[in-house]
């Protein structure tokens, strides 16, 4: 669907991916671009707000922390923090949600003591995941349909 949008608007292309530029990156044939992350996080935090709705019934009392995992860092420290974390969410187990267009977007929940990570994947590749606090409802597990 995005890239319908970019194929009908290069005016939005440009507008998103402004200093697009095609790079090899371990052996693969990526793209480095600059990502305005307030503006990913406006879109994703409400995704992650209707998919809570969805599972629990209720709204998101929380506060998400949005973590693209798909992209990366300029920086070389903040690169390797960057993929030190990558590594550490990497491990987490998520309980995979069913979804009616699994090619476009499918998601998983990974609920621990006092806390929620969704994990969304959207063109089976680009991994965005969000994390907050459990809210008292989620302590008390999904309802019941």
Same mark, same amino acid.
């Given at each position: ?26 052996? /693969? ?28 019934? /209720? ?16 920086? /070389? ?69």
């Amino acid at each position: 669907m995005a890239k319908r949008s970019f194929d009908r608007s290069s005016a939005l292309f440009h507008q998103t991916f402004g200093d697009f530029e095609i790079v090899h990156f371990n052996g /693969e044939e990526t793209a480095k671009f600059t990502v305005d992350l307030d503006r990913m996080k406006s879109v994703m935090v409400p995704i992650a707000n209707a998919i809570y709705f969805k599972d629990y019934g /209720e709204s998101y009392r929380g506060q998400w922390n949005v973590f693209i995992a798909s992209l990366g860092s300029r920086d /070389e420290n903040a690169a390797q923090s960057w993929q030190n974390f990558c590594d550490l969410l990497a491990t987490l187990q998520f309980d995979a949600k069913p979804v009616p267009q699994p090619a476009i977007f499918t998601y998983g929940v990974h609920e621990m003591a006092d806390g929620l990570v969704l994990e969304f994947v959207f063109y089976g590749a680009f991994k965005v995941r969000c994390f907050g606090p459990k809210t008292p409802s989620v302590l008390a597990g999904p309802p019941i349909l």
